[in-house]
């Protein structure tokens, strides 16, 4: 049977308070895994000391997936760090999620509003890249919820609006380090003229759909991320890499997966310290603070402190 509108909103209001009844108990912060709402340390201008002339490609870089997913409780929520706190932190990479209602862009996760719009995330950006410009940030923008196929007007309103016109990387072509520092990056995951690089001419590896939290499911994902991650270091070097460690399913939330697949991810990387790697983007759920530092660190080789 179809559900009212009513019935829908129901089901959010009611989703976000459980979200944030819950938020904040029995949270924890391990190196590898944090739901808390701060991060251990941060890593504010981590680039600063990345070669002008470096392709933005070599660069490896933590990120995070559904960024803004803060609310809706187990089954919706993906980060505990709200956006401000991630780029601090050393987050460089951003998958931001917009609902297209009658030219308004609101954040989802699924049906789950995260009390935030494309505004926020445009003018949080705009705000650190000001005071960070050795920085740069790519953001994956996607429609989510509604589905409409059109939102390249509402996304240069947007801009305008809330940023400015000169705050995007204007070109499909791979950038610099150089060329990058002080930019928003879009990687266009929607139809309409080009505002940025297009998400799909990354090489993706997004094995999401983790049916249960039984060990050989949790095994299967790892091996996809162990094996893109791979792929990486040996791939070619003009061609950007994406990993998700993150995946769901109704029988495996964002946070209780995250539980299992972080510490792996975090022993492996570890075991590479001290080297010089391209791994690419690493995106995750609530990753630690210490998982972030670790994927900055090969771009230096060796351990360093801000």
Same mark, same amino acid.
Request: proline share 5%.
């Given at each position: 049977?179809?559900?009212?509108?009513?019935?829908? +909103?129901?089901?959010? @209001?009611?989703?976000?308070?459980?979200?944030?009844?819950?938020?904040?108990?029995?949270?924890?912060?391990?190196?590898?895994?944090?739901?808390? #709402?701060?991060?251990?340390?941060?890593?504010?201008?981590?680039?600063?000391?990345?070669?002008?002339?470096?392709?933005?490609?070599?660069?490896?870089?933590? =990120?995070?997936?559904?960024?803004?997913?803060?609310?809706?409780?187990?089954?919706?929520?993906?980060?505990?760090?709200?956006?401000?706190?991630?780029?601090?932190? /050393?987050?460089?990479?951003?998958?931001?999620?917009?609902?297209?209602?009658?030219?308004?862009?609101?954040?989802?996760? =699924?049906?789950?509003?995260?009390?935030?719009?494309?505004?926020?995330?445009?003018? /949080?950006?705009?705000?650190?890249?000001?005071?960070? #410009?050795?920085?740069?940030?790519?953001?994956?923008?996607?429609?989510?919820?509604?589905?409409?196929?059109?939102?390249? /007007?509402?996304?240069?309103?947007?801009?305008?609006?809330?940023?400015?016109?000169?705050?995007?990387?204007?070109?499909?072509? +791979?950038?610099?380090?150089?060329?990058?520092?002080?930019?928003?990056?879009?990687?266009?995951?929607? #139809?309409?003229?080009?505002?940025?690089?297009?998400?799909?001419?990354?090489? @993706?590896?997004?094995?999401?759909?983790?049916?249960?939290?039984?060990?050989?499911?949790?095994?299967?994902?790892?091996?996809?991320?162990?094996?893109?991650?791979?792929?990486?270091?040996?791939?070619?070097?003009?061609?950007?890499?994406?990993?998700?460690?993150?995946?769901?399913?109704?029988?495996?939330?964002?946070?209780?997966?995250?539980?299992?697949?972080? #510490?792996?991810?975090?022993?492996?990387?570890? =075991?590479?310290?001290?080297?010089?790697?391209?791994? /690419?983007?690493?995106?995750?759920?609530?990753?630690?603070?210490?998982?972030?530092?670790?994927?900055?660190?090969?771009?230096?080789?060796?351990?360093?402190?801000?």
């Amino acid at each position: 049977m179809a559900c009212s509108n009513e019935d829908m +909103m129901h089901v959010v @209001i009611v989703g976000i308070i459980l979200g944030v009844a819950c938020s904040g108990h029995g949270a924890i912060q391990h190196p590898h895994y944090d739901d808390t #709402p701060t991060p251990e340390f941060l890593n504010p201008s981590w680039m600063v000391d990345i070669l002008e002339n470096q392709s933005l490609s070599e660069v490896t870089m933590p =990120g995070t997936h559904n960024t803004m997913a803060l609310y809706g409780g187990s089954l919706a929520q993906c980060n505990s760090w709200p956006l401000a706190s991630q780029l601090q932190a /050393g987050i460089r990479f951003l998958d931001i999620r917009v609902r297209h209602i009658r030219g308004n862009l609101t954040i989802h996760h =699924g049906i789950s509003y995260q009390w935030a719009h494309f505004g926020d995330v445009l003018e /949080g950006i705009a705000s650190f890249l000001k005071q960070h #410009p050795t920085e740069t940030v790519l953001m994956r923008l996607r429609e989510e919820l509604s589905e409409t196929g059109d939102i390249y /007007g509402a996304v240069v309103r947007y801009v305008h609006q809330y940023a400015h016109w000169d705050l995007l990387w204007h070109s499909r072509l +791979m950038p610099t380090m150089g060329e990058a520092r002080g930019k928003l990056i879009v990687l266009q995951d929607f #139809p309409g003229p080009d505002l940025g690089m297009r998400y799909r001419s990354l090489d @993706i590896s997004d094995y999401w759909k983790v049916s249960s939290l039984q060990p050989e499911q949790v095994d299967k994902k790892w091996t996809h991320v162990y094996t893109h991650l791979e792929e990486a270091v040996v791939g070619n070097k003009a061609r950007m890499f994406l990993t998700y460690a993150s995946g769901a399913s109704i029988l495996a939330h964002p946070n209780a997966l995250a539980k299992r697949i972080n #510490p792996r991810l975090y022993d492996y990387l570890s =075991g590479h310290a001290g080297q010089r790697k391209r791994f /690419g983007i690493i995106t995750m759920d609530f990753p630690g603070a210490m998982l972030v530092k670790t994927i900055i660190d090969f771009n230096y080789g060796v351990k360093r402190m801000e």
